[in-house]
């Protein structure tokens, strides 16, 4: 099944202490992206990913980290968490999107606290 | 910046219909639409490219001016299964580009029976 994983699903943390969220897809899509969404605020983006080793700042990087080693896996990183970043995390795909617009396929979301 | 969406919530009966409408401030390339279901990731509904026509989805079709820089979303003969949160996506860039999407803040509409 095509499909977005992100782990894990809830997390508790206390502030500082760094934690890494997983992200893989299977379509072998070239684009990926995070994004946090709070209540009122929508979807907005974290950082994304164009390619293998490209990538870029979103509309609200700060505080977090991102790599792109292999084409399936977009791990988001936070290295010293802070309760501003408690929030319901995101990973997307989509098909390389200079050529052609394509969808996005959404992972099912993480639910960070930051205590 | 945000595309502005509107209405901000919408309820309606079982049947009835729906039009939720998105504007950006600047020109648009592709406009995006999805559909969230409480607790649940976005799903993709349509994209309608700058130059394209309306684009539809068994009762659900959208439609994209790019003079007024607006795209709005119809839902016709509202299901339960309808119910959810729409949010509206476009260009990051100008021109598009494969830096992402910007999101509107969402539009939730409920469907009563």
């Known amino acids: 099944e095509a499909q977005v994983t992100q782990n894990p699903r809830y997390l508790i943390t206390v502030t500082g202490k760094k934690l890494t969220v997983t992200c893989s897809q299977n379509m072998n899509h070239e684009y990926m992206s995070w994004y946090r969404q709070d209540p009122g605020l929508g979807l907005r983006q974290i950082y994304y990913s164009m390619n293998v080793e490209v990538t870029d700042k979103g509309d609200v990087p700060e505080g977090y980290k991102v790599s792109r080693k292999e084409k399936r896996n977009f791990p988001l990183i936070l290295e010293s968490p802070s309760p501003n970043q408690t929030s319901l995390y995101f990973c997307a795909s989509t098909r390389d999107r200079r050529s052609l617009p394509y969808g996005y396929t959404f992972g099912s979301g993480t639910r960070l606290t930051v205590v | 910046q945000q595309p502005v969406q509107s209405p901000q919530a919408v309820i309606l009966r079982e049947g009835e219909d729906a039009v939720i409408n998105c504007s950006s401030s600047k020109a648009l390339y592709s406009v995006h639409w999805y559909r969230q279901k409480h607790g649940e990731a976005p799903v993709f509904l349509m994209i309608l490219l700058k130059g394209g026509e309306q684009k539809g989805h068994e009762k659900i079709s959208a439609s994209f001016n790019e003079k007024k820089q607006q795209s709005s979303l119809y839902l016709t003969a509202s299901q339960l299964s309808y119910s959810g949160t729409y949010f509206c996506?476009?260009?990051?860039?100008?021109?598009?580009?494969?830096?992402?999407?910007?999101f509107g803040k969402g539009t939730h509409l409920i469907i009563q029976p």
């Open positions: 996506g476009t260009d990051r860039a100008v021109g598009g580009g494969a830096d992402g999407l910007t």
